[in-house]
């Protein structure tokens, strides 16, 4: 099987790798500003899509189906983001006779369409939030008086945060409603959004499953994500530190009965909130594609995610049974993106100078940057993940400390620095943080000397305090 892989980055290459442990062929695709990137020169071959912009190129589904079959390609990894959780392209993929290695269109409707996928937890006695999608400002008024503030608009055709804006007050809402929709359309080609009822205190659990189209599906456990700024995720561990071993359960088995309700083929996330109040799960949504955490699910339970979803993609069933699932120890991802975390995280954009990150047992970086690449406005932020696992909690998080001490990144501001402050907080290492950690923090986690510069001067010491020393 030769493989198209449409997208860009850290997660192409993480395609490309898994392509090869398997023996298949590559293709990457790259707009305009992309093309001395990493992702392109690993491919096998590589081929234009047109300008930045992802409409002009990410997002083109003529064009990029168009390169599949003039490369002899017999599938397409869509990766996350841009078109991953997009039906009509899936669709069409399929239609040209060619394999989409992710959920069927149908699935991707189904569970998609957030109200669906609702209804379909609801009929399943999964408990859910109440919420609506909307047309228009009119109808968003009247649905959010309905609700009651807080509400929280969210893009009903993808995830990762994008369009998510908490109303508080009637007069937020109409702008808070075009801006949700302007950066849906932006981000997943659809511009059609939802109010939410908005749960202030709360934690973010999601689980992970595999279904193999076959009938069986399989959960590898659960991850939580609540240290959040904007509705996206910067730190991800697994296992979630509060969670009892019945409330593991439940959730686990509520996202593994959703899946076959759905008849899900491929790898998915069901994600479920946390009402710290009322110590309560509600069911949230389900990403129908390969979620940016996925690797402290692959640190714990040595299953590699992406090679099971080539192998489904080829007709495979799975080669484990839910049983054979046994996560060990505890694992960190540190989302590494190019912002400005004392300019409400701000993109920084310009060029990366030099880049240094960490290497050793139980440390897995997954990343997309060289010297020379510049940060564009185009794309998301992200632009490498720092993985590390330890036998417990306190290791992995004394391991993601040191871990942190040996990465640099010159040329732009990082969260770098935010990530070793979030790890020394005494609420993180309670475990009792939720997503407004951030929020009612700020102070202590993002006030003094700039975090990057700091950081990144002292790591450059380091690391020339090593070279003296191996040469002398």
């Known amino acids: 099987?030769?493989?198209?892989?449409?997208?860009?980055?850290?997660?192409?290459?993480?395609?490309?790798?898994?392509?090869?442990?398997?023996?298949?062929?590559?293709?990457?695709?790259?707009?305009?500003?992309?093309?001395?990137?990493?992702?392109?020169?690993?491919?096998?071959?590589?081929?234009?899509?047109?300008?930045?912009?992802?409409?002009?190129?990410?997002l083109r589904i003529e064009k990029i189906i168009e390169v599949a079959k003039a490369s002899q390609c017999q599938a397409i990894h869509p990766g996350y983001g841009f078109l991953a959780e997009n039906p009509d392209f899936a669709q069409a993929v399929e239609e040209a006779g060619l394999i989409f290695i992710g959920p069927t269109a149908q699935?991707?409707?189904?569970?998609?369409?957030?109200?669906?996928?609702?209804?379909?937890?609801?009929?399943?006695?999964?408990?859910?939030?109440s919420g609506a999608?909307?047309?228009?400002?009119?109808?968003?008024?009247?649905?959010?008086?309905?609700?009651?503030?807080?509400?929280?608009?969210?893009?009903?055709?993808?995830?990762?945060?994008?369009?998510?804006?908490?109303?508080?007050?009637?007069?937020?809402?109409?702008s808070a409603v075009e801006r949700a929709m302007s950066e849906a359309y932006t981000a997943f080609g659809d511009s059609s959004v939802f109010l939410e009822r908005f749960v202030p205190r709360a934690k973010h659990i999601e689980v992970q499953i595999l279904a193999d189209g076959h009938g069986?599906?399989?959960?590898?456990?659960?991850?939580?994500?609540?240290?959040?700024?904007?509705?996206?995720?910067?730190?991800?561990?697994?296992?979630?530190?509060?969670?009892?071993?019945?409330?593991?359960?439940?959730?686990?088995?509520?996202?593994?009965?959703?899946?076959?309700?759905?008849?899900?083929?491929?790898?998915?996330?069901?994600?479920?909130?946390?009402?710290?109040?009322?110590?309560?799960?509600?069911?949230?949504?389900v990403n129908t594609r390969l979620q940016v955490e996925h690797p402290i699910t692959e640190m714990r339970t040595n299953i590699d995610i992406v090679q099971e979803q080539l192998r489904i993609a080829a007709g495979e069933k799975l080669s484990f049974s839910q049983s054979e699932v046994r996560p060990r120890g505890h694992a960190l991802e540190l989302r590494l993106c190019a912002e400005d975390p004392q300019n409400d995280f701000a993109p920084s954009l310009g060029k990366i100078v030099e880049?240094?990150?960490?290497?050793?047992?139980?440390?897995?970086?997954?990343?997309?940057?060289?010297?020379?690449?510049?940060?564009?406005?185009?794309?998301?932020?992200?632009?490498?993940?720092?993985?590390?696992?330890?036998?417990?909690?306190?290791?992995?998080?004394s391991r993601a400390l040191?871990?942190?001490?040996?990465?640099?990144?010159?040329?732009?501001?990082?969260?770098?620095?935010?990530?070793?402050?979030?790890?020394?907080?005494?609420?993180?290492?309670?475990?009792?943080?939720?997503?407004?950690?951030?929020?009612?923090?700020?102070?202590?986690l993002l006030s003094g000397p700039p975090l990057s510069e700091v950081l990144a001067l002292g790591a450059v010491a380091k690391e020339l305090e090593r070279v003296e020393c191996a040469s002398s």
Request: glycine share 8%; hydrophobic share 40%.
């Open 216 to 285: 069986t599906v399989v959960h590898l456990f659960e991850r939580e994500c609540s240290v959040q700024r904007r509705h996206q995720k910067l730190i991800e561990e697994s296992p979630a530190p509060v969670l009892t071993d019945s409330e593991r359960a439940l959730i686990c088995e509520a996202a593994v009965k959703l899946a076959h309700a759905a008849r899900y083929r491929s790898a998915g996330t069901v994600e479920f909130l946390y009402d710290l109040d009322h110590q309560r799960f509600y069911f949230l949504e």
């Open 107 to 129: 699935a991707i409707r189904l569970l998609g369409d957030k109200l669906a996928a609702r209804r379909l937890a609801q009929s399943l006695g999964i408990p859910t939030l």
């Open 355 to 397: 880049v240094h990150f960490p290497q050793g047992e139980h440390i897995r970086v997954d990343h997309g940057i060289q010297p020379g690449d510049r940060i564009w406005p185009y794309y998301d932020s992200l632009i490498a993940k720092l993985i590390v696992w330890g036998a417990d909690r306190e290791q992995a998080i």
């Open 1 to 58: 099987m030769r493989v198209l892989i449409a997208n860009r980055g850290e997660i192409a290459r993480r395609v490309i790798r898994a392509c090869r442990a398997l023996g298949l062929k590559t293709v990457a695709v790259y707009s305009d500003a992309d093309r001395y990137a990493l992702h392109v020169r690993e491919a096998d071959e590589a081929f234009a899509l047109g300008l930045p912009p992802p409409v002009q190129s990410y």
């Open 133 to 174: 999608q909307i047309t228009d400002i009119h109808e968003a008024k009247r649905i959010a008086e309905g609700l009651g503030y807080p509400v929280l608009t969210k893009a009903a055709a993808g995830g990762g945060g994008k369009g998510m804006r908490v109303v508080r007050s009637p007069a937020e809402l109409e």
């Open 402 to 444: 040191e871990a942190l001490d040996e990465t640099f990144v010159l040329g732009v501001r990082t969260t770098v620095g935010f990530h070793r402050r979030a790890l020394e907080h005494p609420e993180f290492h309670s475990g009792s943080y939720g997503t407004d950690f951030i929020q009612r923090e700020r102070e202590r």
